[in-house]
């Protein structure tokens, strides 16, 4: 099977676990893996696969594998570039070339779709090897750099949602690929609940505005006393002082508990205690957007039914019965919607749960996902790389 390699901005990431979650679906298929990042964090978790920074090591010998005709492609290509300087991709893709050669690595999959895009689709050309990227959101809705380009110089492109696949239709017809960000169904599981009086709702995610957490504490500030609910809000962000401050000032703080942000571990043990998992994510004026949530699937793969907003990916994770769905930036259809929720009988909440579970099973699992990435690479010709 073809060794990979990732490439990823900065790696790892706390909030970025599906990135995580695809590599170690990949290797549990059998490829031989590593990860490129231009910024290596330092973490406590060990990896089963090696991580290099971009430049960390340097070999002439990737020389040997050029050709004029390939030398042509990727000089074409850095010139075609519009949105980064030249310069900069043209030395950085000679060294990312030059580490893939040394590696034996036969494709290489780019996460986001701007400068790491950019380097692997370059340093693929000028080694012969095949390349492919999936973009995830803010890479293509707030910040996009030379898409079109990147969708017709890639030998396949990962749209996490239909309706980004569409847009990415729209601008080329060269292989677009749909396929979900999966979750490891095996970490992610329900288990039986504590019992107590009230019911827990949760939000996990970044405290920015795209996550919508200013609406949710406006939808609860009528519900909070009149019903038996409380929230745990799980992440950590620019916005999580004002947060912090407009709960205050809702009279919200016995119910409301900031909790910070949590590693992965802590989410597979805590998430199933919980009773709904509640996230108003919303588009913001600079086009950033959630285009698929992987919170929702770990959410929903350990048996929490979801109340989130119909917006792009959302609408594709939460199925008939497996949570609610609202406009955005509503915080009176989000109130109705958590009042609803809370109205219904224990046993209605338990099934919706378990229709979830079954929801991630059949549609999200990591597992089934990596397979499917996984042929899409095995099945592409070395003549075909461009």
Not at 340 to 369: W, Y
Request: net charge positive.
């Amino acid at each position: 099977m073809k060794k990979i390699a990732f490439v990823a901005p900065t790696f790892p990431v706390l909030s970025e676990t599906f990135i995580r979650t695809e590599i170690d679906s990949i290797q549990a298929c059998g490829h031989k893996v590593c990860m490129m990042t231009f910024k290596k964090h330092l973490s406590a978790q060990k990896f089963k696969y090696p991580i290099y920074e971009i430049g960390q090591f340097f070999s002439l010998a990737f020389i040997t594998r050029m050709t004029p005709r390939q030398l042509i492609q990727f000089m074409r290509f850095i010139l075609s570039q519009k949105s980064m300087p030249k310069r900069s991709l043209f030395l950085y893709s000679i060294k990312l070339a030059s580490q893939l050669a040394k590696l034996n690595i036969d494709h290489v999959h780019a996460h986001f779709a701007q400068h790491t895009a950019s380097h692997s689709i370059a340093a693929a050309k000028l080694i012969g090897i095949s390349c492919s990227f999936v973009a995830h959101g803010h890479d293509i809705y707030e910040s996009p750099f030379d898409v079109r380009l990147k969708l017709d110089s890639s030998d396949f492109t990962v749209a996490v949602c239909n309706d980004m696949k569409q847009d990415f239709i729209k601008l080329s017809n060269n292989n677009i690929k749909l396929l979900h960000c999966g979750v490891k169904t095996t970490l992610f599981k329900p288990q039986p609940k504590l019992n107590r009086n009230n019911i827990q709702l949760v939000f996990v995610g970044r405290l920015i505005e795209a996550k919508g957490v200013s609406y949710l504490l406006r939808s609860l500030q009528g519900l909070c006393g009149k019903y038996p609910i409380s929230i745990d809000i799980i992440g950590d962000g620019e916005l999580a002082e004002d947060l912090r401050q407009q709960a205050s000032e809702l009279g919200l703080t016995p119910y409301v508990h900031f909790l910070g942000a949590k590693e992965p571990s802590w989410l597979q043990a805590n998430l199933p205690q919980y009773d709904c998992l509640v996230a108003p994510f919303c588009s913001t004026a600079s086009g950033l957007i959630d285009t698929g949530p992987v919170v929702l699937k770990e959410a929903m793969a350990v048996g929490l039914p979801v109340i989130t907003t119909n917006i792009m990916g959302c609408k594709e994770i939460v199925g008939p019965n497996t949570g609610l769905l609202v406009n955005q930036k509503d915080e009176l259809l989000l109130a109705q919607a958590i009042e609803r929720f809370v109205s219904l009988p224990e046993e209605k909440r338990l099934e919706m749960g378990q229709l979830a579970r079954k929801n991630i099973e059949q549609n999200f699992d990591a597992t089934k996902q990596a397979r499917i990435l996984s042929g899409w690479i095995e099945n592409i010709s070395p003549c075909s790389t461009t």
